[in-house]
């Protein structure tokens, strides 16, 4: 039997591992939003197996979750075993799987630095609980399972935070509780979008005509927000030592409620979430300047 770790693959975007999570005949892979939630084309590729096409169907990048629904599951899967991630404690040593800049089948091995709270140590990540770890995580990792000693996974792997590049023993990896809130208990609204949100300076350089919005970098293709009209930037500029993707939409709002606060987000979300497929929704942005409104349907 070929266990369910699964690389996963998505146009100009690095290698990632995912992983099948409980119910392999279901399907559906757990992986990092970043990596999938605004590519047009998604593969999946189980050890010893053949790559495998795949689509997003629930995507929170608030917590940089995405669940992704596999074509077909190759015969004699196994998945991967989900731990109660609330038992885990710092100190704990912990295995990190992946494939840092492409490698396959790495593995890394460290310990639980801290373990934070949302909307605490990562404010553009506001909905996700953190494991701090000093395992090897690089690029390539991302969308990865960390597993405790019993061989259970007790997140996934998102970021490091690094001035050399590398890993320099800071890595966050959002729990399984956080998981399996979002993907599996909670509907979670895939919009196709990638972008940040911008405020304070950077919302004065750009003219929001509010506290601030959610500049959108890129656009999936047949995703709700390709499908409403919404466009992505087509120029990277430095502004204050960051680089940001510039020329894109700026969403102000969602059915009237501003872009902005984790509080916000969780609004919108449970708007559109109870929403039945097909069913409309108002999008505000800003283009070129000018304030106009688009309507999305959803998914």
């Known amino acids: 039997m070929r266990r369910a770790w699964a690389r996963c693959s998505a146009r100009s975007i690095p290698p990632s591992w995912s992983y099948v999570p409980r119910g392999a005949m279901s399907g559906k892979v757990m992986t990092a939003a970043h990596v999938v939630n605004a590519v047009d084309e998604i593969t999946v590729e189980l050890v010893g197996g053949a790559p495998v096409n795949a689509r997003v169907v629930s995507s929170e990048p608030a917590a940089d979750l995405s669940l992704l629904q596999l074509d077909s599951v190759p015969a004699g899967a196994v998945p991967a075993r989900m731990a109660n991630s609330d038992t ?62 019993a061989g259970e996974v007790i997140g996934i792997v998102s970021h490091n935070i690094s001035k050399s590049g590398g890993s320099e023993g800071l890595g966050f990896v959002v729990s399984m509780k956080t998981a399996r809130l979002l993907l599996l208990e909670r509907r979670s609204f895939w919009t196709g979008l990638e972008g940040q949100i911008v405020s304070g300076e950077l919302a004065a350089i750009f003219n929001i005509p509010q506290a601030s919005g959610y500049l959108v970098k890129t656009v999936a293709k047949g995703s709700p927000g390709w499908d409403m009209g919404l466009m992505g930037g087509d120029k990277i500029a430095v502004i204050a030592g960051e680089q940001v993707a510039v020329g894109g939409d700026i ?45 999305g349907k959803a998914p």
């Not at 593995?107 to 996700?128: D, E």
């Not at 701090?132 to 991302?142: E, F, K, L, P, R």
């Open 88 to 149: 885990v404690r710092v100190g704990d040593q912990v295995l990190v799987v992946g494939a840092p800049y492409g490698l396959s089948h790495a593995l890394s091995v460290g310990w639980i630095s801290a373990r934070w709270a949302p909307n605490t140590v990562y404010k553009s990540m506001p909905l996700a609980e953190f494991f701090q770890t000093d395992a090897v995580i690089n690029m390539g990792n991302s969308g990865g399972p960390m597993f405790n000693m």
């Open 251 to 295: 969403i102000l709002s969602v059915e009237g409620v501003p872009v902005g606060q984790a509080d916000d987000h969780d609004r919108i979300r449970d708007i559109l979430t109870k929403k039945s497929p097909g069913a409309p929704f108002r999008v505000k942005i800003l283009r070129s300047g000018k304030i106009i409104e688009l309507t």
